[in-house]
């Protein structure tokens, strides 16, 4: 056998979506992971549902998970063309060798294979063991419609066997499709591929997965914050896993332990705060200049004014944020008052400002005395303070946290005013007036 040679054989009728996107993954970490030929085939007979569009939108989705093929529309290929619609002579031609040898008969335009009774057709799925049925139970086979179209069933054996597929890796609702195609392949005399079929995707009410679960478009998941890095090591653990307990992992790890052998067939649930869990891992990991631009465009959906502040200011606001907000469009929400002090205005009323003005005046007047602006003299000195003032130091901490964040939840408000500096800061007190300096 020459290396391995898998495909994605989506058809353009709707938009990459999670169980697709599963299946492509599967199959890319089965070539990548041994250096074998990763292609991708696009299903297009079904001339009335299939759209351009929606082939766009399957190659965005894939190059925005990284599982980028060797072989393909648009990369080409010694086996091409790639597309069904383009190889409707191929599919003519070895139908009518059939109907020549007797073993399929014309109906009007349609071609059918004939399937005779008595035999038994099994195969040993790499996932899911040996299956068998007998041919009696299956119907003749159509092959080519009255259209001059050929049927999945009929061009997927077609294709595979001329683009020299090692392993036919796709979702378990084609195990029943699979015995069909096998009658197929043996009377063309074509030599089997593997197969492997994946667990089908849950919804955590362990009903097939649909848009009543959310999301169901790969694209949607980029919009909502998750990095691709994130949706990989998700989409890889629901069926496989790593063999110890890790749950996060680097596509290049993944790539190394991944084996088809290992894949588990007992259905696999979409775990919405499981993924959520695992981006924010991500996020965490990720290299500060790249987490930065990743934010960027969410700050701009926002509409707030990144481009005010130096790459390195912001950084410093992704940075103490560790561990809040598990997409990149919660972290764009979570910190938009350090970006302008225009939310902050609108989610704090002027009564709250006034009533806290008793308390934090007399401390903020103190406060800007400091010279050392920074966390721990910040922090110190507020200490001293509320000692020596008798006032609990969280009676100043959280009305400081909303008047300068319009939020009760934030990090350290120590931490949040060094950063925004000793300018910012005063120019935010005197706005509520807790500070008589102009603005
Ligand atoms: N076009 C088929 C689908 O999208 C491909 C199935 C297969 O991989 O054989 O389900």
Not at 98 to 118: H, S
Not at 143 to 158: E, F, H, L, W
Not at 192 to 213: C, E, N, T, V, W
């Amino acid at each position: 056998m020459d290396g391995v040679r898998v495909r994605f054989a989506p058809s353009p009728t709707g938009n990459l979506h999670i169980g697709g996107a599963h299946t492509a993954l599967f199959n890319w970490l089965w070539a990548r992971h041994m250096g074998g030929k990763f292609v991708l085939r696009i299903e297009d007979s079904d001339r009335e549902r299939s759209t351009l569009e929606y082939e766009e939108s399957i190659y965005s989705g894939l190059e925005w998970l990284g599982l980028l093929w060797d072989e393909g529309p648009r990369a080409g290929g010694p086996y091409g063309p790639y597309r069904q619609s383009e190889r409707l002579e191929i599919y003519r031609e070895y139908a009518g060798k059939l109907v020549d040898r007797g073993l399929a008969y014309r109906e009007g335009e349609a071609i059918i294979f004939r399937v005779v009774p008595g035999e038994i057709v099994s195969f040993d799925d790499i996932v899911y063991g040996h299956i068998e049925v007998k041919s009696e139970t299956l119907k003749d086979i159509v092959m080519i419609k009255s259209d001059g179209m050929p049927t999945y069933n009929y061009a997927v054996v077609i294709d595979d066997y001329t683009m020299s597929i090692t392993h036919v890796i796709r979702g378990e609702d084609h195990i029943a499709n699979t015995p069909k195609q096998i009658l197929l392949y043996k009377a063309l005399g074509f030599e089997l591929p593997q197969f492997a079929h994946l667990p089908m995707i849950l919804g955590k009410d362990k009903k097939k997965l649909s848009k009543r679960h959310g999301a169901t478009n790969v694209l949607e998941y980029k919009d909502m914050g998750f990095l691709p890095e994130a949706l990989f090591n998700f989409l890889a653990l629901l069926g496989w896993s790593p063999g110890d307990d890790r749950e996060i992992f680097t596509i290049e790890e993944a790539v190394e332990l991944f084996d088809i052998k290992d894949v588990n067939k007992r259905a696999a649930v979409f775990d919405m705060d499981k993924l959520r869990h695992i981006n924010q891992e991500h996020i965490k990991r990720m290299n500060p200049d790249k987490r930065l631009e990743a934010v960027k465009p969410f700050w701009e959906d926002l509409g707030l004014p990144y481009h005010n502040h130096s790459s390195d200011y912001l950084a410093k606001v992704l940075g103490i944020m560790e561990g809040r907000g598990q997409t990149l469009k919660e972290l764009a929400e979570y910190t938009d008052y350090f970006l302008t002090f225009e939310p902050v205005k609108e989610r704090v009323d002027r009564e709250y400002a006034a009533t806290s003005k008793e308390v934090l005046g007399p401390f903020c007047e103190d406060m800007i005395k400091l010279s050392q602006w920074e966390t721990k003299a910040l922090e110190d000195f507020a200490r001293e303070w509320s000692n020596k003032k008798e006032v609990p130091l969280k009676k100043i901490a959280m009305p400081l946290r909303i008047l300068l964040t319009g939020t009760k939840v934030s990090p350290g408000i120590f931490e949040v005013i060094e950063l925004l500096g000793k300018d910012e800061t005063i120019k935010r007190l005197s706005h509520w007036g807790i500070l008589n300096v102009s603005e």
